[in-house]
T-cell receptor, first 109, second 116 residues
Framework: LAKTTQPISMDSYEGQEVNITCSHN???????ITWYQQFPSQGPRFIIQ???TKVTNEVASLFIPADRKSSTLSLPRVSLSDTAVYYC??????????FGKGTRLHILP | NAGVTQTPKFRVLKTGQSMTLLCAQD?????MYWYRQDPGMGLRLIHY???????AKGEVPDGYNVSRLKKQNFLLGLESAAPSQTSVYFC???????????????FGSGTQLSVL
């Protein structure tokens, strides 16, 4: 079964680029890597999803090496409003979408 | 454009009472899920449904029951509430375009439940 490991918390300053790495050593061949963002008192929100190499959208970039055993979420030029919990997801088995504890990102002024 | 709507938003129960949480989605999604979130625990999957009339157990199903009588609704029931069920409950839904486990989830805003 796939399982993800990511840092419990991270601090950064406004205007900097933030990279959050997630390891998923047992990822299955046909599984994607998905990242969600959660603000206090809200449900998680989809940020980005990828299978290999690099994916970029208006919010973030996702870098996935060739072996796919890890991935890195990159947030460019963060602001205070990017303070949130970020979850890296890989499917567990055939039918479950399991969230881990996520990474609590704190942006400082 | 409501998306995923959860009712109620807040509820306080006494131990042993029962209640039902309602989740409704207007996106014609096949899949629906119930998660609970406790401080420091992330989200844990309670039950899920891959279509109308079907349900399955997640990580922490004990003490809960679910029903999916209509495609747009997914109900979570607590038959005899316990203090350990104090939590924030989130409902989510997703499309069924191919690989179930790679689908993008859409979440509701949550229900804060306290059991005294």
């Amino acid at each position: 079964l796939a399982k993800t490991t990511q840092p419990i918390s991270m601090d950064s300053y406004e205007g900097q680029e933030v990279n959050i790495t997630c390891s998923h050593n047992n990822i299955a061949t046909n599984d994607y890597i998905t990242w969600y963002q959660q603000f206090p008192s809200q449900g998680p929100r989809f940020i980005i999803q990828g299978y290999k190499t690099k994916v970029t959208n208006e919010v973030a970039s996702l870098f996935i090496p060739a072996d796919r055993k890890s991935s890195t979420l990159s947030l460019p030029r963060v602001s205070l409003s990017d303070t949130a919990v970020y979850y890296c997801l890989v499917a567990e088995g055939d039918d479950k979408i399991i969230f881990g504890k996520g990474t609590r990102l704190h942006i400082l002024p | 454009n409501a998306g995923v709507t959860q009712t109620p938003k807040f509820r306080v129960l006494k131990t042993g009472q029962s209640m039902t949480l309602l989740c409704a989605q207007d996106m014609n999604h096949e899949y629906m899920y119930w998660y609970r979130q406790d401080p420091g625990m992330g989200l844990r999957l309670i039950h899920y449904s891959v279509g109308e009339g079907t349900t399955a157990k997640g990580e922490v199903p004990d003490g809960y029951n679910v029903s999916r009588l209509k495609k747009q609704n997914f109900l979570l029931g607590l038959e005899s509430a316990a203090p350990s069920q104090t939590s924030v409950y989130f409902c989510a839904s997703s499309y069924a375009s191919g690989s179930f486990k790679n689908e993008k989830l859409f979440f509701g805003s949550g229900t804060q439940l306290s059991v005294l």
